[in-house]
């Protein structure tokens, strides 16, 4: 199995562009998250999804957006980089978001994305 | 709301030492999930351990050991007899309803 699988695995935007990243995972998980990592400041989560059709806010949203159309994919999508937004981006996936079925996360290799 | 803090920001031991690595959780929700990563140089986060928050029970793994206290909301991490391959950035996480929330990780170097 593939698990988790982000792509690009580098990226170099300029200020306002806009990219999408990519994350597909193929372990029929219903939860689906992304992160982004920077220095000193850990994992912080910035959208999730408890299942397709079902996204929600993390602890930094700002400039980012999320759709799940389907259990598969959850692409993350940059609007109008901003350097701010360089970072390290992780995705994960886990068996199940609530109660007693809650699993670890899997994640992706990364996305390293620079702004320009 | 949850929050997860990791107050060791970098821990550098000799080979063989034991080291302790703390992590103090805050949560509202009665059921919860407590979890350990490690981030290796080579950048990919490994999962460690998973934790509710009904079983208080101490858990062993080989030179990895985890000390669970809802009483001070801790979830501490020892390594026992520590090795040059366990240097890498460590990081706590808890979960509620549906977000994992992260701490800010520690660095632990290893040194021979």
């Known amino acids: 199995n593939a698990g988790v699988t982000q792509t690009p695995k580098f990226q170099v935007l300029k200020t306002g562009q806009s990219m999408t990243l990519q994350c597909a995972q193929d372990m029929n998980h219903e939860y689906m998250s992304w992160y982004r990592q920077d220095p000193g400041m850990g994992l912080r989560l910035i959208h999730y999804?408890?299942?397709?059709?079902?996204?929600d806010q993390g602890e930094v949203p700002n400039g980012y957006n999320v759709s799940r159309s389907t259990t598969e994919d959850f692409p993350l999508r940059l609007l109008s980089a901003a350097p701010s937004q360089t970072s390290v981006y992780f995705c994960a996936s886990s068996y199940s978001g609530t109660g007693a079925n809650t699993g670890e996360l899997f994640f992706g290799e990364g996305s390293r994305l620079t702004v320009l | 709301a949850q929050k997860v803090t990791q107050a060791q920001t970098e821990i550098s031991v000799v080979e063989k030492e034991d080291v302790t690595l703390d992590c103090v959780y805050e949560?509202?929700?009665?059921?919860?999930?407590l979890f350990w990563y490690k981030q290796p140089p080579s950048g990919e986060l490994v999962f460690l351990i998973r934790r509710n928050s009904f079983d208080e029970q101490n858990e062993i793994s080989g030179r990895y050991s985890w000390n669970f206290q809802k009483s001070t909301s801790s979830f501490n991490f020892t390594i026992t007899a520590s090795q040059v391959v366990d240097s890498a950035v460590y990081f706590c996480?808890?979960?509620?309803?549906?977000?994992?929330?992260f701490g800010t990780g520690t660095r632990l170097k290893v040194l021979a």
């Open positions: 996480a808890a979960k509620g309803t549906y977000k994992y929330i």
């Open positions: 949560t509202r929700d009665t059921t919860y999930y």
């Open positions: 999804s408890v299942g397709a059709g079902i996204t």
